[in-house]
């Protein structure tokens, strides 16, 4: 079981990133996926979720409007992106990827994630 994600970098504020993760190793078509961010010196926090087929979508509050989540359920590997517009200072973080047998809307507490994937970070300047 792998969840890689990518496309973190440096991005002045008001510039745009895109995030992606690859899962593979079982069936994650099957599954909510989900991204989550954590600040320096502060908890992980619900970013995004997509339901399995795709078809429901929540955002938490600070990044709606300006963050798309979306997946491609491929045979062997699925694809989660996250398209990020409109970039803050506040948005630094390192940015990971999960995966859940279910689908919450925005409440997902970490202690219950069925897998989590790498972080990768994400450094917007002012």
């Known amino acids: 079981v792998q969840l890689q994600a990518s496309g973190g970098g440096l991005v002045q504020a008001g510039g745009s990133l895109r995030l992606s993760c690859a899962a593979s190793?079982?069936?994650?078509?099957?599954?909510?996926m989900i991204w989550f961010r954590q600040a320096p010196g502060k908890e992980r926090e619900f970013v995004a979720a997509?339901?399995?087929?795709?078809?429901?979508?929540?955002?938490a509050d600070p990044v709606k409007g300006r963050f798309t989540v979306s997946r491609d359920n491929a045979e062997n590997t699925v694809t989660l992106t996250l398209q990020m517009n409109s970039l803050r200072p506040e948005d630094t973080a390192v940015y990971y990827c999960?995966?859940?047998?279910?689908?919450?809307?925005?409440?997902?507490?970490?202690?219950?994630?069925?897998?989590w994937g790498k972080g990768t970070l994400v450094t917007v300047s002012s």
């Open positions: 997509i339901s399995w087929s795709g078809g429901v979508k929540s955002y």
């Open positions: 999960a995966a859940d047998r279910y689908y919450y809307s925005t409440y997902y507490p970490t202690d219950d994630i069925d897998y």
């Open positions: 190793g079982r069936t994650f078509r099957n599954y909510a």
